[in-house]
């Protein structure tokens, strides 16, 4: 069966209600989009950055995170905040297939987020390419789908820039992250995502996009192998930050 028409079937049975606060027709109405407090701001990707400093303009990160391979992070959301938030990514994480199509409203928060920032978008995604956090194979058979992915599709349709995949590719079975103390992490990730086709991301300005971002060792991590194999910045964008 296609995609497209195991889509139409989904959408037949499963339609589309606001997690808000359950109107159908969309999974976050404009009423509950508008209690979501979109950030207006960019903070630097540590931990202090919970301090809530807003960065000056073209830096992404503080003094001390300079030596990181992650060049920024852009998140529209804080994670703790609101309890919509946290149910939108917990059913864009762990919820049904259909839930996919999640993506396209998470997408737009994302968007409005930058144009808060008041950066032109043109300037900031020249020369540039989206590549989603990958999953390893069998997580996403079982899982049925990558939101990563998802929602890379929908801000790569959105902002019109190319979308990368299949490039970075993740190579081994991780732990989550969360659970793990601070030690262990460096090491369940170590080896875990590999580049496929260097020539692809060379001097390419790369935004690696992701659900959440939590104590950021993932994106580190893909962030050392692109540029590694030669991409000239790798910035992460995801809808919300712990
Ligand atoms: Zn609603
Ligand atoms: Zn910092």
């Not at 499963?14 to 407090?37: M, Q, V």
């Not at 900031?124 to 929602?151: C, T």
Request: include cysteine; charged fraction near 30%; glycine fraction near 4%.
């Amino acid at each position: 069966m296609s995609q497209r028409i195991k889509d139409f079937i989904l959408d037949i049975l499963f339609p589309a209600f606001c997690l808000g606060c359950g109107l159908e027709g969309t999974y976050l109405c404009d009423d509950c989009k508008a209690i979501l407090e979109i950030s207006e701001h960019q903070y630097c990707l540590c931990e202090k950055s919970a301090l809530r400093i807003p960065l000056s303009e073209k830096k992404g990160k503080c003094q001390r995170c300079q030596n990181k391979k992650l060049s920024g992070i852009f998140f529209a959301l804080s994670y703790k905040e609101k309890h919509l938030t946290r149910k939108l990514i917990h059913f864009f994480k762990y919820g049904p297939y259909y839930l996919k199509d999640l993506a396209k409203s998470l997408s737009l928060l994302i968007i409005d987020h930058i144009s808060l920032l008041g950066k032109n978008q043109k300037a900031l995604f020249e020369n540039s390419i989206l590549i989603p956090v990958p999953m390893e194979k069998k997580k996403l058979k079982k899982r049925g789908y990558n939101q990563s992915k998802e929602l890379a599709k929908e801000l790569a349709k959105k902002i019109e820039v190319p979308l990368v995949l299949n490039n970075l590719i993740k190579i081994k079975i991780t732990l989550s992250q969360m659970e793990l103390p601070e030690k262990k992490r460096k090491e369940n990730l170590k080896d875990a995502f590999s580049c496929q086709n260097p020539e692809q991301i060379k001097n390419k300005k790369i935004f690696l996009i992701d659900d959440v971002y939590t104590t950021g060792s993932t994106m580190e991590e893909c962030s050392k192998i692109l540029r590694h194999a030669g991409a000239k910045e790798v910035w992460g964008i995801v809808v919300a930050r712990d």
